[in-house]
């Protein structure tokens, strides 16, 4: 059966336990042994902001250099705003800053 076993975190070097009930939660699920300590596994859950999507380094961001972007102004504070699709009157289009804050108040 499992035993307690000591891991070394690798984001701030802290040992802790990977305990036998972990263990057997980890392999039933097919999941590999952790490789972070609890707090800094929950620091990066929040980091991350939720939404999953395991792997990988997500990198980048920001829109594709070859899509075509459209110049309007933003419904909520005004500003010049870059979309990249064409605004056509019948719903409000936001500039980065306040769509993200759409998005966020929306969704919970
Ligand atoms: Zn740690
Ligand atoms: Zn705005």
Known sequence: MFQDRN???VECGEEFV????DQQYHSERGYSDPKRCPSCRAARRSQSGGGG???GG?????FRSDRPMF???CAQCGQEAQVPF???GDRP???N???SQQRQSSSY
């Open 7 to 9: 891991i070394g975190c």
């Open 18 to 21: 990977f305990s036998s009930d």
């Open 53 to 55: 999507g395991y792997g």
């Open 58 to 62: 997500g990198g980048g961001g920001g």
């Open 71 to 73: 110049t309007t102004t």
């Open 86 to 88: 064409e605004p056509r």
């Open 93 to 95: 289009v936001y500039c």
């Open 97 to 99: 800053s306040c769509f």
